[in-house]
């Protein structure tokens, strides 16, 4: 990791809040340059293209923006897979083959629909066989780059792959090439998809912990950069993508101490970006590696699982009560060294004043580090909001599933990226490989606990349950 930064210092690429300041009148005038404001940065992201495939493919949805309702009403994931859509996922497996009679049009098209289908539904079987022919091809749309639109749907599409049909040799087969999209390509957009991808890639698709911790070292240059150690300066975008992979990628790690240090650092910075969105993604990532700073009493190398398991008797009391000390997590290292500055840093953004934000974004920021303080404070504590509420996800009338610590919140966040509303589909139909990395659902047949259907942007403290993040029905 140290290296890395040397190089990066050497080429010129990281660049200070001081040099930024300096820069930011010449910044300005650049077509790839940060926008003056998030809307800006959003508009600015999309081009008209964009718009044929974003309702369904996009990463931009978050819990925080989009309903859950309003994605179901656009997927049709509560359809079971008829002969007609398997038949249809054929006839697209077919043409991604016949690359040599296809025109940039038509793969894309494509891409499209092949992406949608393996979102929408679990078709495992229908790939069965082909997988290394289907990757093969789409692998070609990616080096190629022939448009910008083909090669974003390209990396979708791996992407759908992968989480639909388990094969531990795919990640070192396209590993280089992502890194190869990430660094050299010239579209933004296509960077911050390859981002993406290759989090997913390696966290899915066979990456064992040396090839994990340096995808990590690399996405945190990124970061400490502000996006220029890939030629994306200042792309709140492409750093927001860096940080949300960073994080999936540390809920694999079995030990942090080592990282922890450099990586806090790194997000701590990211605090005083004029985006939410970076704001955001790297308190979590924040919350996240203080809370690995600690283990189950009983265990010296316990994982996040054994340490969310030991809390479970806990959540009643509190998971920093006293009850029974014997079940307490120890710290095993300090995250970081300048923790009462950050608590103060954190502080401010959880009481954030400003005319320049909507009120749904100062609500987000003010629940999310609000939060992210507690855990800072006493990382036992897992996820709460206002120190008193939880957080749980309902999916359908009857089941729902406790996000209590953040390492659970890490990849819950990226499922919803990566599926969408077709996560209900996957998870309900047994893809093993939604299934390994999530929490069991907790049935609630009698309605014992009762929510509310919430707006993922309203979500607001309910009686019982807490934070409730909506309904997946």
């Known amino acids: 990791m140290h290296d890395l930064r ?108 092949y992406a949608h289908i393996l979102r929408t539904h679990l078709l495992a079987d229908q790939l069965r066989g082909r997988t290394d022919d289907v990757i093969s091809a789409i692998t070609k749309s990616i080096k190629t780059e022939s448009s910008e639109l083909e090669t974003i749907l390209a990396l979708k599409a791996l992407e759908m792959t992968i989480i639909t049909f388990e094969d531990e040799d795919v990640y070192d087969n396209v590993a280089p090439l992502l890194r190869r999209a990430i660094s050299d390509s010239q579209s933004l957009q296509i960077k911050k998809a390859a981002i993406y991808c290759l989090g997913n890639c390696a966290f899915f698709a066979g990456a064992g912990q040396e090839e994990i911790a340096e995808q990590m070292s690399f996405l945190l240059e990124i970061v400490s950069s502000d996006g220029a150690f890939i030629d994306a300066h200042d792309h709140p975008d492409t750093v927001t993508a860096a940080i ?17 240090e450099d990586a806090i650092e790194a997000f701590a910075d990211q605090l005083d970006s004029t985006d939410p969105d970076v704001q955001v993604a790297a308190g979590e990532a924040i919350a996240l590696l203080y809370e690995k700073s600690y283990t189950s009493a009983d265990s010296d190398n316990s994982s ?100 209590d610590r953040w390492w659970k919140l890490m990849r819950l966040n990226a499922l919803r990226r990566l599926l969408g509303a077709g996560f209900v589909a996957h998870y309900y139909e047994g893809n093993k490989q939604v299934l390994s990395v999530l929490p069991v659902l907790m049935r609630d047949e009698h309605n014992a606990v009762k929510t509310e259907k919430v707006n993922w942007a309203k979500a607001t403290t309910t009686r019982g349950v807490g934070w409730s993040m909506g309904d997946f029905s």
């Open 6 to 113: 040397r190089q990066a210092l050497e080429s010129g690429k990281t660049v200070s809040k001081k040099a930024r300041s300096k820069q930011s009148s010449q910044a300005n005038s650049r077509p790839n340059s940060r926008p003056a404001s998030k809307t800006n940065s959003r508009v600015n992201s999309r081009n008209a293209s964009d718009d044929e495939f974003e309702g369904n493919l996009s990463d931009d949805t978050s819990f925080s923006i989009n309903s859950i309702d309003e994605l179901l009403s656009t997927d049709d994931v509560n359809e079971e897979p008829t002969e007609a859509i398997r038949e249809k996922l054929l006839d697209c497996i077919g043409e991604l083959l016949e690359r040599k009679r296809s025109s940039t049009k038509s793969r894309e098209d494509c891409l499209a629909s």
């Open 244 to 260: 949300q992979v960073y994080a999936l990628l540390a809920t694999a790690v079995d030990d942090m101490e080592n990282d922890s």
């Open 304 to 403: 996040d699982e054994d340490l969310d398991d030991d809390d479970d008797d806990a959540d009643d009391a509190g998971a920093g009560s006293d009850s029974d000390p014997s079940k307490r997590p120890n710290q095993r290292y300090l995250p970081f060294h300048a923790t009462a500055q950050l608590i103060t840093t954190l502080s401010s953004l959880a009481s954030l004043s400003t005319k320049k934000l909507d009120k749904k974004t100062k609500r987000h920021i003010h629940q999310t580090f609000t939060s992210v303080l507690a855990t800072v404070r006493d990382p036992r504590l897992g996820i709460y909001y206002n120190n008193a509420s939880r957080m749980t996800v309902r999916i359908h009338n009857n089941a729902q599933m406790k996000i």
